[in-house]
């Protein structure tokens, strides 16, 4: 039997993953690392403790599995995207990495819309400029760190350090460079417009990939270090969303996912380029040879029940302690026993801003109707309904870019809830369900890396051959109806605060 190994490049860690060809995992091995936050607003992270943790994972799990190096057919390799990693012409980091969740470049973003032009920037890259992209990233390295730029020979994102130094090769595939906001999405090359227009030198930038498609094989120095066999591929890989949309089988029109985690995400699978020309949403190569992605993003979805399991929730813990249960378990119960809309509360869930669809540094969270009647519960279950409206305001731009989604997987802490699965459920109108694999991001990496060796014909029938649901819910439309009436206010609310939300902002 063959082996597929999928490697994880994460923020928080790095995760290796042995499966064998059915998808089932032998072994698995995690390591963190520090972020680095020198100012207020700065996210970095050393590639070189990627490359530390990658190894340690990788020779972990080969130790667990007690299999033979040569029977691992391919690597595939998964990560955090936007990541800048700058080398010099011998390979050196030439400086810390500057991560997606870094909030430097708001000059520069203003530069390359200036630069570019704001239309013509989203017609191109197929979104605007923000922060978290590498374009500006790049930008405000040349203007702030300017011996640095001199000496960088190499850009590269976080995964694809990890693949030069398993292979000796620079090389990206479609879905991460779509994030760099300096790649031609439609064309699926890089813009070399956008390139003249910021004054990046194309030589710099790695060759781009399919995903599925081998870009080296393990070279003899890294096969000493990590235990991989000598001349093993690796194939190109996919950014952390795209990843976990193969791990998750979303390969196909009418498939998307939904993630419960820190920030929420709703993805859905596109095999033609559709763009939002308001840049309300993100449109990224899907890790399907020729297909596409759109994906909306709030910020505080499981950051809000963490914040209010954190402050507010002190009984609830104190139980989930003396039984022995999860917390988020006890917060479910007392949510369910209210009922839907929370008798008129509402919970606005902007603690970090916005993203989707507002692009809103400043707003913040809201309860709005509180009155005497409420308890903690209605809070709860508050929280749940709120951000799982700001997930269907991302649904309904989807909706209206045409795409019809008729299944929606569930993935995240967030999605271990059946109650906020349900409500997920109810409000978006269509089946929810959850997939069996719990390995995400390294499974998708680990089912390209399956496809780029021949062990699978195509992405999707990967998919059909390893990924299967799990638990499913079934939409009540007349609770759809009625929270369709709780989301026309909640958009409201949101338009009657704008102007607050700039007011409180600039109070000092």
């Known amino acids: 039997m063959s082996y597929l190994l999928g490697i994880d490049v994460g923020t928080s860690g790095t995760k290796s993953v042995l499966f064998n060809e059915h998808g089932a995992v032998l072994a698995s091995a995690t390591r963190e690392y520090p972020l680095y936050q020198p100012c ?19 020779r972990s799990v080969l130790q667990t599995a007690a299999i033979q190096p040569a029977d691992i057919a391919g690597v595939g390799i998964s990560g955090q995207m936007h990541g800048l990693v700058l080398l010099d012409g011998k390979g050196n980091v030439l400086r810390k990495a500057i991560l997606w969740c870094d909030q430097r470049t708001a ?142 089988g979303v390969v196909r029109d009418g498939r998307a996912f939904t993630t419960i985690g820190t920030s929420g995400v709703v993805y859905a699978h596109s095999s033609g380029v559709r763009i939002d ?41 104190g139980r989930a302690e003396s039984e022995g ?40 969270g809201v309860f709005f109707g509180l009155s005497a009647m409420h308890t903690r519960a209605h809070l709860i279950r508050a929280v749940m309904e709120g951000v799982s409206f700001s997930l269907l305001d991302c649904m309904d731009i989807l909706s209206q870019m045409g795409l019809d989604i008729t299944e929606m997987r569930v993935t995240g802490g967030g999605g271990t809830s ?33 496809v780029g060796t021949g062990i699978f014909s195509s992405v999707p029938q990967a998919c059909d051959t390893v990924v299967a649901c799990d638990k499913k819910e079934q939409p ?15 958009q409201q609310l949101y338009t009657a605060l704008s102007a607050g939300y700039k007011q409180l902002g600039a109070l000092s």
């Open 40 to 58: 207020n607003g700065w996210a970095e992270q050393d590639p070189d403790d990627w490359w530390d943790a990658s190894v340690e994972t990788v």
């Open 107 to 248: 000059a520069q973003c203003e530069e390359i819309t200036w630069l570019v032009g704001r239309a013509r920037l989203i017609e191109i890259t197929a979104n605007p400029a923000l922060t978290g992209f590498t374009a500006g990233k790049i930008l405000w390295v040349r203007e702030n760190e300017p011996a640095i730029y001199e000496k960088c020979c190499h850009i590269l994102l976080p995964k694809d350090y990890i693949r030069y130094k398993l292979t000796g090769e620079f090389a990206t595939d479609v879905s991460d460079a779509s994030g760099m906001q300096l790649l031609d999405v439609p064309g699926r090359k890089w813009a070399d417009e956008v390139l003249e227009k910021l004054e990046i030198e194309r030589s710099l930038l790695c060759r781009v990939y399919e995903s599925a498609e081998v870009t080296g094989t393990v070279h003899r120095q890294a096969a000493e270090v990590t235990g991989l066999a000598f001349g093993t591929p690796v194939v190109g890989g996919a950014g952390d969303n795209a990843a976990a949309a193969v791990g998750t």
């Open 277 to 317: 020309a308001k840049g309300r949403v993100h449109t990224f190569c899907s890790a399907v040879p020729g297909e596409w992605h759109v994906m909306g993003v709030t910020l505080a979805a499981g950051l809000s029940m963490s914040w209010f399991r954190d402050n507010f929730c002190a009984e609830e813990r």
């Open 325 to 364: 249960r999860n917390v988020y378990d006890v917060m479910d119960e007392e949510a369910a026993k209210v009922s839907p809309g929370c008798d008129r509360l509402l919970y606005l869930p902007y603690l970090m801003g916005e993203r989707t669809p507002h692009l809103d540094p400043d707003c913040r």
């Open 418 to 450: 059946a109650l906020w699965r349900q409500i997920l459920c109810d409000m978006f109108g269509c089946p929810v369900c959850t997939v069996r694999s719990r390995q995400g991001p390294a499974l998708g990496a680990a089912l390209l890396a399956g």
């Open 476 to 490: 009540n439309y007349e609770r759809g109806d009625f929270y369709a009436g709780y989301h026309v206010l909640y």
